[in-house]
Structure formats: C-alpha cells, structure tokens
C-alpha cells in the first residue's frame, strides 16, 4: 500500500506544473485527498483537499485560483495543477489520503495533517 508522487521539478515563476500521485495497494473511492507541502524552515501546510463524498474541495488562501485539486478514481490518481506559479510555492509536496467517515469537515482535516497513507514528496521549486 502506498502512494506515489509525480511531476515535481524547476520552473520559472509564473509557469505552470502537474503533480500526480498514484495510489497502488488500495483504491481511492472512498478516500478524501489531499496536498500538503513543506517549505524549508517552515512546518508543513495543507495546501488543497477534496472529499470523496461530494468532492468538495478547500484551498489554503495563498493557492485560490490558483491550483486545482482533481481526482480519477478509474486511475487511482489524484492531481494538483499549479498555475502562476510563485516562488513562494518552493516546498516539498505529499499527498496524502485519509478514509472519508474520518473526517469531520475538510478543512479542519486540510490543517491537521493527519491522514492513513502518505506519499514519499517531490520537490517543486520556482525561481523568479
């Protein structure tokens, strides 16, 4: 069981990237999703969630209209699009899983970090 991250890179600020993350072991159906990201020197932060219930999703203020969250459960892949992409972006990013009737509200669950399955990360960076 795991999860497996894909996409990561270097680009100039202002591009844009893709990060997927397959999960093999397990299917998602019945996983919300997510994208963490840790910046160096900085704790780590949820940056976007989506239920599998309803797919709603939440957006930490600093990537709205900016990034997208999607999932295709027929691939068992979940994705980030990042758009205008700034250097503050410059983190490692996870994704991460968490079983659906453990949640209470997805963004109480997009702050707490906890999840069932996390990726191994990749890195992003933006230069200006």
């Known amino acids: 069981v795991r999860l497996v991250e894909s996409g990561g890179g270097s680009v100039q600020a202002g591009d844009s990237m893709r990060l997927s993350c397959t999960a093999s072991?397990?299917?998602?159906?019945?996983?919300?999703i997510a994208w963490f990201r840790q910046a160096p020197g900085k704790v780590r932060e949820g940056v976007s969630c989506?239920?599998?219930?309803?797919?709603?999703?939440y957006y930490t203020n600093s990537v709205k209209d900016r990034f997208t969250i999607s999932r295709d459960n027929a691939k068992d892949t979940v994705y980030l699009q990042m758009n205008s992409l700034k250097p503050e972006d410059t983190a490692v990013y996870y994704c991460?899983?968490?079983?659906?009737?453990?949640?209470?509200?997805?963004?109480?669950?997009?702050?707490?970090?906890?999840?069932?399955?996390w990726g191994q990360g990749t890195q992003v960076t933006v230069s200006s």
């Open positions: 072991g397990f299917t998602l159906d019945y996983y919300a």
């Open positions: 991460a899983v968490i079983a659906q009737w453990r949640i209470t509200t997805l963004q109480r669950w997009c702050i707490s970090e906890e999840a069932d399955y």
């Open positions: 989506q239920s599998s219930r309803d797919g709603s999703t």
